[in-house]
């Protein structure tokens, strides 16, 4: 069984395998089918195993419920079978018959819930595997979430983030500040020439910031310019 806490930080940084630019996490390749639906329902309100249970209910009764031509179960016919065994109203019962979402990933009753594939989209085939790859994406995103409240250097460079948009200046220090969070000092005006700021370094800065916060305070309070 795989136990997760976000304080673990167990799914960041190495804790996977990159397949293009798609991580894949050592639990896809370790865990059974039955532990992964389990993990799954745990962080989900249970609602994998819900739609699995569903799926193989359908099958069982589809034979008995009338068809058009094309084979598939007729639209008021499947309406009325939603409408008696949804119970949680996970799938839609009025516009895209028996369309659900997991983890954003849209399936559809009559397709046996199966993932439609696109590369761009999709890692799996199956509903198992690729909605367990989402549920693990997501509990990265809580635990890159977790260290950045916690740890004192993100702690740090977020401040510095919010000090350098407060005051519009960077204190005469060239700095970088890069989408996914790094910040970085260059060199002159050669972005192709910098490293990251360390925690010091940003220690410094904000203590300047607070330095100037102080200084403003200051000369608003002699300030005595009225209408």
């Not at 994998?48 to 099958?59: E, M, P, R, W």
């Not at 696109?118 to 595997?129: A, F």
């Not at 407060?166 to 002159?188: I, P, Q």
Request: glycine content about 4%.
């Amino acid at each position: 069984m795989f136990n997760w806490r976000v304080e673990e930080m167990k799914l960041m940084g190495k804790g996977g395998v990159y397949q293009g630019d798609e991580k894949i996490y050592r639990p896809e390749n370790t865990l059974t089918k039955d532990e992964k639906i389990s993990f799954v329902d745990k962080n989900n309100d249970g609602n994998l195993s819900y739609l699995i249970d569903l799926s193989n209910k359908f099958n069982n009764d589809k034979n008995n419920l009338p068809k058009d031509q094309c084979g598939n179960v007729k639209t008021v016919s499947l309406k009325a079978w939603i409408k008696r065994n949804d119970t949680k109203k996970l799938l839609d019962n009025s516009f895209h018959i028996g369309k659900a979402y997991i983890y954003s990933l849209q399936v559809y009753l009559q397709d046996n819930f199966k993932p439609i594939r696109l590369t761009k989209y999709n890692t799996y085939n199956d509903l198992i595997d690729e909605v367990f790859h989402r549920c693990l994406k997501d509990c990265e995103k809580k635990e890159i979430q977790y260290f950045k409240a916690h740890d004192q250097y993100q702690i740090s460079l977020t401040k510095l983030r919010k000090n350098s948009d407060k005051y519009r200046t960077n204190l005469g220090t060239k700095l970088s500040f890069c989408s996914d969070g790094t910040v970085s000092v260059y060199r002159n005006d050669n972005l192709d020439d910098m490293r990251e700021i360390t925690l010091e370094e940003a220690n410094k800065l904000n203590k300047m910031y607070e330095r100037l916060e102080s200084f403003i305070k200051e000369l608003t309070e002699e300030n005595d310019i009225e209408y």
